[in-house]
């Protein structure tokens, strides 16, 4: 039985992808990079940040003032964001059913939190495991998301095969073959359908309303 449901947000909850590449463009241009849209945002984005900053012509000693940029821009966007068609309908169903929902991220907490209270998405989440604040940097040059979940998992007793890992990037997947959980990953978001099915998730989903199905056929 399903008993958690661990869900990304950047890009799986909130549709937000557009502005984070945008974002990310102005930091570029910042430094005289050349901007790289969209469609190559999708193509390269990975944690950690270093490697998607690298790959695309970014010099290591300027990644930390690229982040403050990115964010203060990323910030000022936001007012424009809205949840991922489907995600509160899905929520409401999961809780309904009794399967707890939690949040695992890169981004930070009062942010998400914000968000949640924002959209009236509050009520059916039951913890966000995310950075503190924009101080903590260390999504920059390394993976915390995993450890985070799996110490969640551990502390609150829930078994591998009674989870499932949501998300729209190659990490989220990864994080949930690594602990043996059962994983989607949703198209649209952060990464492009093609990455995503190279790491081989249980599902690939268009649409997040398709949760309630694999849900029910898991249970």
Request: glycine share 6%; hydrophobic share 40%; with cysteine.
């Amino acid at each position: 039985m399903i008993k958690l449901i661990a869900f990304d947000w950047n890009g799986t909850l909130l549709a937000d992808t557009k502005f984070v590449a945008q974002a990310t463009d102005m930091a570029f241009k910042h430094f005289g990079y050349k901007p790289i849209g969209l469609k190559k945002y999708r193509q390269t984005f990975s944690i950690p940040v270093l490697n998607f900053w690298l790959a695309n012509g970014g010099k290591k000693e300027d990644l930390l003032l690229e982040h403050n940029i990115f964010f203060h821009a990323y910030e000022k966007l936001l007012k424009d964001a809205h949840p991922r068609f489907g995600a509160k309908e899905v929520l409401k169903w999961v809780k309904q059913n009794d399967i707890e929902s939690i949040i695992y991220s890169n981004h930070t907490f009062k942010e998400i939190h914000f968000q949640l209270k924002r959209f009236g998405l509050s009520p059916y989440i039951q913890e966000v495991l995310s950075r503190k604040d924009v101080s903590d940097q260390v999504h920059l040059l390394k993976r915390h998301k995993e450890d985070k979940l799996a110490n969640y998992i551990k502390i609150h007793k829930f078994k591998p095969r009674e989870v499932i890992s949501v998300g729209d990037t190659c990490e989220e997947v990864e994080i949930g073959h690594n602990l043996n959980l059962h994983t989607v990953a949703i198209t649209g978001g952060e990464n492009t359908t093609q990455r995503l099915k190279k790491t081989k998730p249980d599902f690939l989903i268009h649409n997040m309303l398709e949760l309630k199905k694999i849900v029910k056929e898991l249970n």
